[in-house]
């Protein structure tokens, strides 16, 4: 059973900083990133790093928001460096990791994992 454990989250003003930290109970991944849902949106991606490093950025955080991961044999830890932090970063964020199993005979299959969330609050 793979667990992501969150923590990081919480008050702060604006033009602050947070940082966001997930642990995976997952050796092998082929990536973890940050999705964020605010009241009455749809859930939307943050930022994302693949296993060989890549990283992907929603516009709206480019510039402030850093993700980078460490590995340690069977846990993979991603971090969400946030900085400048705008009322409108204001969300529960959600740490996600994917991973593509190869299944002999199979067509690889896609697992996709959640963490519970944790709320980051901008506010003055």
């Known amino acids: 059973q793979v667990q992501l454990v969150e923590s990081g989250g919480g008050l702060v003003q604006p033009g602050g900083s947070l940082r966001l930290s997930c642990v995976a109970s997952?050796?092998?991944?082929?990536?973890m990133g940050w999705y964020r849902q605010a009241p009455g949106k749809q859930r939307e991606l943050v930022a994302r790093?693949?296993?060989?490093?890549?990283?992907?950025?929603a516009d709206s955080v480019k510039g402030r928001f850093i993700i980078t991961i460490s590995r340690d044999n069977a846990k993979n830890t991603v971090y969400l460096q946030m900085n400048s932090l705008k009322p409108e970063d204001t969300a529960a964020y959600y740490c996600h990791v994917r991973n593509v199993r190869v299944v002999p005979g199979r067509n690889p299959v896609e697992d996709n994992y959640w963490g519970q969330g944790t709320q980051v609050t901008v506010s003055s």
């Open positions: 790093i693949s296993s060989s490093g890549i990283t992907n950025y």
């Open positions: 997952i050796g092998s991944i082929n990536a």
